[in-house]
């Protein structure tokens, strides 16, 4: 059974950091693109970044980039994602995926992690 468990999030001032990070199980995740989405109140859920398992290349919704940072280890199963300069913009309900590099739709999803930036 895949499980993807987030932890991390919390309450933070604006300029603050946070680091996600999402505990991988249950299957081989080569061939998989690991993505980190986040849903405010009232708005449509966006995907944030997003990561290959097996050869690590990234990708970074515009507001994001040069302050969020995705990665994965290996060892740990996990896909981290470091938060920076974060904006009262950035609060949001933070969500674990997964999804096959050859299909569109994510087929795994953890319960979600809140966080709350403050200004």
């Known amino acids: 059974q895949v499980q993807l468990v987030e932890s991390g999030g919390g309450l933070v001032q604006a300029g603050g950091s946070l680091r996600l990070s999402c505990a991988a199980s249950?299957?081989?995740?080569?061939?998989?693109?690991m993505g980190w989405f986040r849903q405010a109140p009232g708005k449509e859920r966006e995907l944030v970044a997003r990561i290959g398992w097996t050869d690590g290349s990234t990708y970074y919704t515009d507001s994001v980039k040069g302050r969020f940072t995705i990665s994965r280890d290996y060892a740990k199963n996990t896909v981290d994602l470091q938060m920076n300069s974060l904006k009262p913009e950035d609060t949001a309900v933070y969500y674990c995926?997964?999804?096959?590099?050859?299909?569109?739709?994510?087929?795994?999803w953890g319960q979600g992690t809140q966080v709350t930036v403050s200004s």
């Open positions: 249950g299957r081989t995740f080569s061939g998989y693109l």
């Open positions: 995926a997964a999804r096959r590099v050859i299909t569109l739709k994510y087929d795994y």
